[in-house]
C-alpha cells in the first residue's frame, strides 16, 4: 500500500505536468500535426488520471459505489471528448481538454471526500454538457441575441431579487433558491446574462450616456448581491463589468473611477455587515478566531501545510476535517493528497483556460461577441482568484466555488455552459472566414469596424484592392486592430500577474510559512507524522540530551528523559497529552530532514525516517544550579539573555517526572494543592509585591521626566482616611529622595507616588509594559493584570502601588519587563530553541534574534537601570556586591493569605547581571520564602556566580 501511495504521489505530478507543458506549447507548434498530437497526449492525460485515480480510490476503501461513479465519470469523458470533435470539428478542443481536466480532477477529490455528490456532479456535468451541444447551434442560428439588452437586464435583476427576498441564510449569505427539492443559485445564470447585457449596450454605442446607463444596471445587480451578502459573487460581477467597460472604451478613467468606487463600497459593507466584519478578522489572524470564523481557514492552510510539495498521497491525508471540503475548500483538500506542485499545475491549467478564452475572443470578428467572451473568461479568472486567494490566506475568504472542481451543480452548469458560449463563438468566427469570400469591395470598405480580428491586407490583395480607398480602409482597420489588442493585452497581463501571485504565494506559503502554521496546537495532523517518523531527540544548548526516543528490538518506541524531574516544565511530556517543547515543537520533532535518497528508500521500504533533533538555548549547568538554589520552595525561576532573548534556563516547583509520569497521573491530577503540573514560571499569577515598584517608578518618571526632584519623610505609616499603609517590619526610613526610595523599598514613599499620580497613569504605564495584554512566548502563560477589573477604590490605589492590592503578575513577565529595561527599552522575543538539526547532524534551520518592540524609551530604561544599580549598592539586594561582577535588580516581599488564614509573604527578586552591557537577566519567586533578602537574594547569587563560569 505504502509503495502505491509513494508511485501514485509521483505520477499523478507527472500528468499534470505534461498536461500543462501542452497548455503551454499549442500555439508554438507550427503544423496542425504537432498540434493534434499535443491534444491527443492531453486526452491520455485525462483519461490516465482519471482511471489511476479512481483505482487509488477503490484500493483505499473498495466500494461497489465508487467502481460504478469512476465507471461513469470514464464514460462520460470519453464521450464528450468524442462528441466535441464528431459534431463541431471547428470548436476548439483545447477549450474541451482544459474543461475536462478541471472536471476530472473535481471528480476523483469530491469521490474521495463524499461520493455521493461525486455522483451528482458527473449526472450535472453530463446534463450540462448535454445542453452545450446545442448552445453553438443557438448562437449560430438566432442572430437577435444582440437585440434582447433589456430582457437580460430584468431577468438577472428580478432573479437577485428572488434570492434576496426568498432564500434561506446559508453560512452568513443568501445564495440559492429551492425548487421542487433542487437547489439553484440564481447567480450562477445571471453572470452570463449581466454579461450578454453589458456587450448589447456598448456593442456599437460607447459614449457616456451609454456606459452611465450600464453602469447603474451593473450596480443594481452587484447590489441586491451585496445585500444578500454573497460578497464572492458580487465581486466577479463588478471585475467583469469593469474589464469589459475597459475593453469596449479603451478609456483607463472609467476603470480607474470603477476601481475608487467599488474601494468605498468595500468599507461601506465592512461596517454595513458584521459578516465581512468576521471574514476580514478571520483573514487577518484566523487563529485568534479559531472556535468561529477562523476555523475552515485554519484547517485548509493546515491541510495545503501538510500536504507539502508532492503532499500525503490520495487517501491519505485528513481533508475531511475541512468545514466544506468539497466546495469552497477543495484547493486545499487537493494541496493535501496531491501536493503543492499539484496545485500550481493546477492554477496554471486555469490560467492556460483563461488565456485561450482571451485569444479566441480577440480572433473573434463582432464587437458584441468578443464582449462576451471577454466578459464570460473575465469571470472565470477572477472567480479562481477569490477561491484560491481566500483558501491560501491571500485575501478574505469570499465563499465560492472553485468552477469546474468544486462541488456545487449551479457553479457546474454555468461554467459549462459558458464555455459552450464562448465554442460557440468561436465556431461562429470560423463560418464568418468563409463568409467573407463573398462580401462585396464596397461592402468590405464600409465595413471596417467588423474586420477586426482578420487579416485585412489578404483580403484586400485577393480581392485586388490597390485604391487609395482601398489603402485608406486597411490603415483605419489595422489602427483599430492594434489598439483593440492593446487592450486585451493589457487585461491578459493583468490577469495573468493575479495567477501569478496566487502561485507565488501558494510556493511561498509552503517554502516559508507552513512550519509556523503547522507547529499550532491546534493542528491535529500533527501525531499522524509519528506514522512516518521516529520522534527525533530534544538537547540542550551544550549537548545534553533532554528527550530522546529509544526504539526496542521490536521496534516500540518510548519516550526517555534522561535529565528526569531537572527540566520537566520546560520539555514537557507527550504522555496523556503534550506540553512545554514536546507540544510546542511537536511538529518539528515529527519531521525528517534526512538524506533524499534514504527517505525516499525508507518510503518505499514503509521504514520510518528519523526524527529532526530540537536543541534549545537552554543551559544543563544553570538550570541544575537554578534547580537547587531553589531547593525545597515551590516557586518559579527564569533568566534569559536580554539581548537575543535566549532563554538560558526555566525552573518551576513543585514538578514531576516525566519518565513516570504516566503511571503517576491519576495522583498529580488529583493533587490541586500542589499543582505539579503547573509551570508556575509562565502560569503561576502572584502579587508582585515591591517589583512592582519599577511600574510605579517608570509612572513617575513618564509624568516629571525625571528621577530628581522627588522628596518624601518616611515615618513608616502611611495614612489616608481610615486607609493605612505600613513599611516592610515597621521600618521608618526617615528623610527619601526618589532614589533611596527604591533602593530601600520604601512602601509609604511609593504609595504617596502611586497617590499623587492616580489610578489612570498608573495604570496606562502598567499597560504600556504588557500588563492587561498579551506577551510574546512559545509556552502558555497566563496574563498579568494591574486594574483589570476596573476597582479604582483609594486603598487599592495605596496597595497597587507598591505591588499588593488588585495586582497579579507571572515571573515570566517580570522577567521580560527586566529583560527590556536592560536591552535600552527593547525587548526580545523569547527563545527557547537555537536551531534544529537533522539526524546526520546538519543544520536544517536556525532561529536568529528577532525584536518584539520597544516598550520603553531608551531614557526611561536608563532611569530604571540607575535605580536598580542602587538597590545592589546601597539597598535591599546589597548581598549581590563585591562578587566580581555588577548587578542590579528589585527585591520584593509580597504578603498573601493561605486558604487557611495563615499570613505568608513570596520572596522575588528580578536582576541584571552586568547591567552596562547586559549578559543575563533573572526573575525568581520562592512561594513564602519570607524577605526575599534572605531566600531569592541568595538564589540570584548563585545563578550569577554560575553563569560567570559557563558563558
Known amino acids: 500500500m505504502n509503495l502505491l501511495t509513494q508511485l501514485s504521489k509521483i505520477f499523478f505530478i507527472i500528468l499534470i505536468l505534461i498536461f500543462s507543458l501542452e497548455d503551454f506549447t499549442y500555439f508554438k507548434k507550427r503544423t496542425e500535426e504537432r498540434r493534434k498530437k499535443g491534444l491527443g497526449r492531453q486526452r491520455s492525460v485525462i483519461i490516465f488520471t482519471l482511471i489511476f485515480g479512481y483505482a487509488i480510490l477503490l484500493v483505499n476503501n473498495f466500494s461497489i459505489g465508487v467502481a460504478i461513479i469512476g465507471a461513469a465519470a470514464l464514460v462520460y469523458v470519453m464521450l464528450t471528448m468524442m462528441l466535441w470533435r464528431l459534431i463541431y470539428p471547428r470548436a476548439s478542443q483545447l477549450l474541451v481538454n482544459n474543461m475536462l481536466m478541471l472536471l476530472v480532477i473535481g471528480f476523483i477529490m469530491i469521490c474521495r471526500l463524499k461520493p455521493d455528490e461525486a455522483w451528482k456532479q458527473i449526472v450535472i456535468a453530463a446534463a450540462a454538457t448535454v445542453f452545450a451541444f446545442i448552445i453553438p447551434v443557438i448562437i449560430r442560428k438566432l442572430r437577435i441575441l444582440s437585440k434582447l439588452t433589456w430582457l437580460y437586464a430584468v431577468l438577472g435583476i428580478v432573479a437577485l431579487m428572488a434570492v434576496l427576498a426568498l432564500a434561506a ?32 449596450m456598448l456593442k456599437e454605442d460607447t459614449s457616456f450616456k451609454r456606459v452611465a446607463v450600464t453602469t447603474v444596471v451593473a450596480a443594481l445587480h452587484v447590489i441586491l448581491l451585496v445585500l444578500s451578502t454573497d460578497l464572492g459573487s458580487a465581486l466577479v460581477f463588478f471585475v467583469a463589468y469593469l474589464v469589459m467597460v475597459f475593453a469596449a472604451t479603451h478609456k483607463p478613467a472609467y476603470t480607474l473611477a470603477g476601481l475608487g468606487g467599488g474601494a468605498l463600497a468595500a468599507v461601506g459593507a465592512y461596517f454595513a455587515f458584521s459578516h465581512v466584519r468576521k471574514r476580514v478578522i478571520a483573514w487577518q489572524d484566523p487563529f485568534s478566531v479559531y472556535d468561529g470564523a477562523g476555523f475552515q481557514i485554519v484547517q485548509g492552510l493546515f491541510a495545503i501545510g501538510a500536504g507539502g510539495w508532492f503532499g500525503t498521497g490520495l487517501c491519505q491525508g485528513s481533508p475531511t476535517s475541512i468545514p466544506v471540503a468539497s466546495k469552497d475548500f477543495i484547493f486545499a483538500a487537493i494541496c493535501e493528497e496531491f501536493g503543492c506542485i499539484f496545485g500550481i499545475c493546477l492554477l496554471l491549467v486555469c490560467m492556460c483556460l483563461f488565456l485561450l478564452i482571451v485569444n479566441m475572443a480577440v480572433m473573434i470578428r463582432r464587437p458584441f461577441y468578443k464582449l462576451i467572451a471577454l466578459g464570460l473568461g473575465t469571470e472565470y479568472a477572477f472567480q479562481v482568484f477569490l477561491t484560491v486567494g481566500g483558501v491560501i490566506k491571500l485575501i478574505p475568504m469570499t465563499g465560492i466555488t472553485l468552477p469546474l472542481v468544486s462541488y456545487g451543480g449551479s457553479s457546474v452548469m454555468s461554467t459549462i455552459i459558458m464555455l459552450a458560449i464562448i465554442q460557440g463563438l468561436y465556431i461562429l468566427r470560423e463560418d464568418e472566414g468563409v463568409e467573407f469570400e463573398a462580401i462585396s469591395d464596397d461592402d468590405l470598405l464600409d465595413n471596417t469596424e467588423d474586420l477586426i480580428g482578420l487579416d485585412v491586407r489578404d483580403i484586400l490583395e485577393e480581392k485586388g484592392g490597390q485604391t487609395e480607398d482601398d489603402q485608406k480602409a486597411f490603415r483605419q482597420a489595422e489602427k483599430k486592430k492594434r489598439k483593440r489588442s492593446r487592450v486585451y493585452l493589457v487585461i491578459s497581463y493583468g490577469f495573468v500577474a493575479l495567477f501569478l501571485v496566487l502561485i507565488g504565494y501558494v510556493a511561498y506559503f509552503n517554502g516559508v510559512l507552513k512550519d509556523d502554521v503547522l507547529k499550532s496546537s491546534y493542528n491535529k495532523r ?43 516544565h520546560v520539555v514537557g511530556y507527550v504522555n496523556n497529552g503534550k506540553s512545554g517543547l514536546e507540544s510546542e515543537e511537536n511538529y518539528t520533532l515529527l519531521t525528517a530532514h534526512n538524506n533524499v535518497v534514504d527517505h525516499v528508500i525508507n518510503d518505499f521500504l514503509d521504514k520510518k525516517n528519523p526524527g529532526d533533533t530540537v536543541v534549545t538555548t537552554l543551559n544543563a549547568t544553570m538550570q541544575q544550579t537554578a534547580y537547587e538554589a531553589l531547593g525545597g520552595y515551590q516557586g518559579a525561576i527564569i533568566a534569559l539573555d536580554p539581548k537575543t532573548g535566549d532563554v538560558i534556563c526555566l525552573v518551576s516547583k513543585p514538578d514531576f517526572d516525566p519518565n513516570t509520569l504516566a503511571a503517576e497521573w491519576a495522583d498529580l491530577v488529583a493533587d490541586s494543592s500542589a499543582s505539579n503540573l503547573v509551570n508556575r514560571v509562565t502560569q503561576g499569577r502572584y502579587a508582585p509585591g515591591s517589583v512592582f515598584k519599577i511600574v510605579t517608578a517608570l509612572a513617575y518618571y513618564k509624568e516629571n521626566g525625571s528621577l530628581d526632584g522627588y522628596h518624601y519623610t518616611c515615618t513608616g505609616e502611611y495614612v489616608h482616611e481610615d486607609n493605612a499603609i505600613h513599611c516592610f517590619q515597621g521600618e521608618v526610613h526617615g528623610e527619601l529622595d526618589l532614589y533611596k526610595a527604591f533602593a530601600e523599598s520604601c512602601n509609604c514613599a511609593f504609595t504617596d507616588i502611586g497617590m499623587t499620580l492616580g489610578d489612570k497613569k498608573l495604570k496606562a504605564t502598567a499597560d504600556s509594559v504588557l500588563f492587561n495584554g498579551k506577551l510574546p512566548s512559545d509556552l502558555p502563560y497566563n496574563q498579568s493584570s494591574c486594574f483589570k477589573d476596573g476597582t479604582t477604590d483609594v486603598f487599592n490605589l495605596m496597595q497597587v502601588s507598591f505591588g499588593q492590592g488588585t495586582t497579579l503578575v507571572t515571573p515570566y513577565h517580570m522577567a521580560l519587563l527586566t529583560a527590556a529595561i536592560a536591552n535600552d527599552g527593547v525587548l526580545m522575543k523569547p527563545n527557547l530553541v537555537s536551531y534544529v538539526k537533522n539526524h546526520e547532524g546538519h543544520v536544517v534551520s536556525q532561529k536568529g ?13 536608563e532611569a530604571m537601570t540607575t535605580l536598580m544599580k542602587g538597590v545592589v549598592t546601597e539597598g535591599t539586594a546589597s548581598a549581590l556586591s563585591g562578587r566580581g561582577y555588577e548587578a542590579a535588580g528589585k527585591t520584593g516581599t509580597a504578603d498573601f493569605v493561605a486558604a487557611d488564614d495563615t499570613p505568608g509573604a513570596n520572596s522575588w527578586f528580578v536582576g541584571i547581571l552586568n547591567p552596562d552591557d547586559p549578559e543575563l537577566v533573572v526573575a525568581i519567586l520562592a512561594e513564602n520564602g519570607g524577605s526575599s533578602a534572605a531566600t531569592a537574594v541568595p538564589i540570584a547569587a548563585q545563578l550569577f556566580d554560575t553563569y560567570m563560569t559557563v558563558k
Not at 534 to 557: F, H, K, P
Not at 849 to 861: F, V
Open 849 to 861: 534574534a528577532e525584536t518584539y518592540g520597544r516598550i520603553l524609551t531608551e531614557d526611561e530604561a
Open 169 to 200: 441564510i446559508s453560512g452568513g449569505a443568501k445564495l440559492s433558491l429551492t425548487i421542487g427539492g433542487i437547489s439553484f443559485q440564481f447567480s450562477e445564470i445571471v453572470k452570463i446574462t449581466l454579461v450578454f447585457f453589458i456587450a448589447c
Open 526 to 568: 500533527q501525531d499522524s507524522l509519528g506514522e512516518y517518523v521516529i520522534r527525533g531527540n530534544i538537547e540542550s544548548a551544550d549537548g545534553v540530551i533532554l528527550a530522546e526516543t529509544l526504539v526496542d528490538d521490536e521496534g516500540n518506541e518510548h519516550r526517555s528523559y534522561p535529565c528526569g524531574r531537572l527540566f520537566a
